[in-house]
T-cell receptor
């Protein structure tokens, strides 16, 4: 079956630190990969996505590259801000699976001054 | 546009009670879905709909019913609430079933079953 594995949280960083949140996946076929972000008290919103191998998704200073050889989609940001504090979810959607998303467990990020 | 709206925001039920969680979207999206979010388990799909009059089960459908009489609304019914249904429930919508995978989420309903 399909599954997504994320690193355990919480991750606590100082402002301007470098961020990496690891995500690996198992899927039948060739999935599209996503990062969603959930700010406190809100629903999830799409942060970035990649639909094929070697694609790089980017948004708001965050980046992730679809690595088929390592089945990974790690999220990175060069300099985090306090406003980036949120829960980050890695997710996948397989071709032919409609719009059904399979989510990881989420990684909480706390950024301190 | 209001996007995806959910009511209520919070609810406390006793075991055995029934209730309906409301979800509406004003983006004319065909695809709507319900997820539950539990600590350490991410989001799990309960039910989904690819258009008015069409619904199907997701990963964890037991104890929940849905219907889709209009494009805008997709209510989730708990027939006889159990403590295991204590969770945060999110409704989501997207343009179509075979689309890009981007889904728009509501703010959630936090449900506690005593």
């Amino acid at each position: 079956g399909n599954s997504v594995t994320q690193m355990e949280g919480p991750v606590t960083l100082s402002e301007e630190a470098f961020l990496t949140i690891n995500c690996t996946y198992t899927a039948t076929g060739y999935p599209s990969l996503f990062w969603y972000v959930q700010y406190p008290g809100e629903g999830l919103q799409l942060l970035l996505k990649a639909t094929k191998a070697d694609d790089k998704g980017s948004n708001k200073g965050f980046e992730a590259t679809y690595r088929k050889e390592t089945t990974s989609f790690h999220l990175e940001k060069g300099s985090v801000q306090v406003s980036d504090s949120a829960v980050y979810f890695c997710a996948l959607k397989v071709t032919g699976g409609g719009n059904k998303l399979t989510f990881g467990t989420g990684t909480q990020l706390k950024v301190e001054l | 546009n209001a996007g995806v709206t959910q009511t209520p925001k919070f609810q406390v039920l006793k075991t055995g009670q029934s209730m309906t969680l409301q979800c509406a979207q004003d983006m004319n999206h065909e695809y709507m879905s319900w997820y539950r979010q539990d600590p350490g388990m991410g989001l799990r799909l309960i039910h989904y709909s690819v258009g008015a009059g069409i619904t199907d089960q997701g990963e964890v459908p037991n104890g929940y019913n849905v219907s889709r009489s209009t494009t805008e609304d997709f209510p989730l019914r708990l027939l006889s609430a159990a403590p295991s249904q204590t969770s945060v429930y999110f409704c989501a919508s997207s343009y179509d079933y075979s689309g890009s995978g981007e889904q728009f989420f509501g703010p959630g309903t936090r449900l506690t079953v005593l």
